[in-house]
Each structure stands twice: as C-alpha cells, then as structure tokens.
C-alpha cells in the first residue's frame, strides 16, 4: 500500500471563552488538517495548530513542501519519512516550523498504519495501560477570583482529580491570592498543579513565588522561567521543592536530553508538535525513562493519548478543551478522571469535515 495524495484543509475553532495567556489573548486556534490518501483507499489523519490564525498559511506552506517525501512512499516504509524530512528542511534547521510541518504528515502516516491493521496505535506500539491519569489546563490569568472558584467547582463536579492553573501576574501577591483560593476550593484531595508559563522574568523571583505557594500542596511548578534558558530552569529545579515541570517548548529529543543533563526538571512535558512527531515523541520519553524522570504529554489530548499508553514512565495525560470540536468522538475519562485509550483504528479520533474550511 502507497500514500497516493497529501492534501490540507483548515479549521478555525473558537475558544469557548476568550483568556489570556499573560502574553496575548486566545480567541481561536486554527488547525492544519492533513489529510494522507493511499491507492487503497485509506486515508491518514494528522494535525498541528497555531493560535489567532497567525503564520497558519506559513505552516501549511510548510507542510505542502514536504509532499514530495511522503507521495509513493510504501506504508511499511514509513519511517523513512522522518529521516528524509528532517535532512530535506536542513537549510531551515531542525526545530521551529519545520518540525511542526514534519509533525503533522507523520501523525497522518501513523494515523493510516494503525487503520491498515485495523487497531489503535498503541495496540501496534504495545500499550502498558488502558487509562492514562489526567489533568485539565484551565484557569486562566484572565479570570477572576470568583471566576476561577466556579470553573474550579465545575472541573470537579466533571470528574477530573488534577487541575491545571496559571500564575505569572505582575503582583506575586496576587498569585499567592488566587491559588489560595483554589486550593481552598479544591481541597486536600484534588491535585493542583501550577504553570508559571514562562512569564516570571528571573529565577530569584520564581523562587520567591514557589516558596511562598509551597504550603498549598503544589503538585508541580510549571515552566518556571524562560524555557530559552535551561540553566535558570536548573537553578529553580535545584532550589525549590516543589517538583519542577518543563519541556514543552522543546523541540526534538536533543533538547529533551539536555534538559536531563541539566538536571533542569522532575517532570518533562513533550509537545507532539515541537517533538517533531511521535518518533521523536517517543525517543524522548525513552531517554526520560533512563533518567528516571516521568512524562507528561503537553496539549494534542487525542493523539498523544495513544502515545502516553505506551510509555512506561507515563505521568499525567494534558486534558485541554482546544481540539473536541475538531473530532467527531470525544474523549472519554473513567471514574476516577483518568483519560480511556479508545479501541477504534489509528490514534482512534476521526476529524469532522464539517469543521473543515478550504
């Protein structure tokens, strides 16, 4: 069997609410659609995103250029693909928007090779659980106090046993604030995690802040500090105790492998999109495993959940509303909020053409 056809679509999905991120405010995030055909009728599906619409048509530009690596290309050949690719872009470098595009049509080669087989791609990779724990990222910079207790309250009443919320305000007061009151909301027997989102401008003051929001029962602290700077990572991993989360603007396992080195984290957050695709996914939760450090998939809930199934140092599966109305199934959680791995052919979501714009 050969992929025949690359083809794009995109789709533009609002938010439900628009928030800030502390940087700017998400009104929408659009998709990439990838869409690989073969001579035998299947079709592959694969996506990546950019938020507001900003350089979509750079990226799909992007992912139209590397048709010439995939058309003809044999099914059980594919991972050829990753190899050629990444030689094919070198001028561009490896990182940036040429791993997203190489993301995006290897999703939809492994999409096309689990619907060959006619299992979910953690059946074919070898799956060690059937429900990976999960947490929800919510509760936006951009909410109120009184805001953030009724969205808490929801998320609870929804099933999920791990919260997301977001610090990094101008006023480190106001941080310690609003986690006091979610965590007077939640209770003792909800975790809370906390993403710093690389807003906090030196790691003196992200220490400060993690001090001083220790007593709360911090599940981690999320990227601390300007991911561009592995070294301040390390500095607060080193300094506080509250366990140190990051990676998710890291691209491909290189990166990964030198945060380890650094010793920049207790917990690394692979981005499925910046990785580069799930081969560089799992060559980085692989090196992880050898640290002796868990993984924690970053956004990208219905593919990376088949990946997470499979990775023995699994931690936490990101659960983030962005993608649902892209898929036609939902994604399911058990009793105790922990993501179901479907049984259905390929990553085991299908995108709604009705979504869908040229």
């Known amino acids: 069997m050969k992929i025949s056809r690359l083809r794009t679509r995109v789709a533009h999905l609002p938010v439900a609410k628009p928030f800030s991120t502390g940087r700017y405010d998400v009104r929408l995030v659009d998709c990439v659609c990838v869409f690989l055909e073969t001579d035998e009728g299947l079709v592959g599906e694969g996506m990546c995103y950019v938020t507001n619409g900003r350089r979509l048509k750079v990226l799909r530009e992007m992912i139209v250029s590397l048709e010439h690596l995939v058309v003809g290309l044999e099914l059980g050949q594919s991972g050829s693909f990753v190899v050629n690719a990444f030689n094919d872009v070198r001028a561009f470098g490896r990182q940036g928007i040429s791993a997203l595009a190489i993301s995006a049509v290897e999703e ?50 929804q099933g999920f046993r791990a919260i997301k919320m977001h610090v990094g305000l101008p006023d480190p007061d106001k941080d310690v604030e609003r986690v006091r009151a979610v965590r007077e909301m939640l209770g003792p027997d909800v975790v809370l995690l906390v993403d710093a989102a690389q807003l906090i401008a030196s790691p003196e003051a992200s220490i400060k802040l993690a001090r001083r929001i220790e007593e709360f029962d911090i599940g981690w602290y999320e990227e601390p500090v300007m991911g561009s700077n592995p070294l301040s990572e390390a500095k607060v991993a080193a300094a506080i105790d509250i366990p140190v989360a990051t990676g998710e603007y890291t691209y491909n396992h290189q990166g990964i492998f030198e945060l380890l080195q650094l010793k920049a984290a207790d917990i690394l957050m692979p981005d499925l ?27 990208f809930p219905q593919m990376s959940l088949a990946l997470m199934a499979c990775v023995p140092n699994a931690s936490y599966h990101e659960y983030i509303n962005w993608f649902d109305a892209l898929y036609q199934e939902p994604l399911l959680r058990d009793e105790r909020g922990a993501s179901i791995v479907p049984n259905r052919p390929g990553w085991g979501f299908t995108i709604d053409p009705s979504v869908l714009a040229d």
């Open 108 to 157: 939809a080669l492994w999409d096309v090779r689990g619907k060959q087989f006619g299992v979910n791609i953690s059946h074919i990779l070898g799956a060690c659980r059937t429900t990976v724990p999960s947490y929800v990222n919510s509760l936006w910079l951009s909410a109120t106090i009184d805001e953030l207790h009724k969205e808490a309250e929801g998320l609870v009443r």
């Open 273 to 299: 999109q910046r990785m580069g695709g799930p081969t560089e996914f799992l060559k980085a939760a692989a090196i992880c495993e050898a640290f002796d450090i868990p993984v924690s998939s970053h956004v």
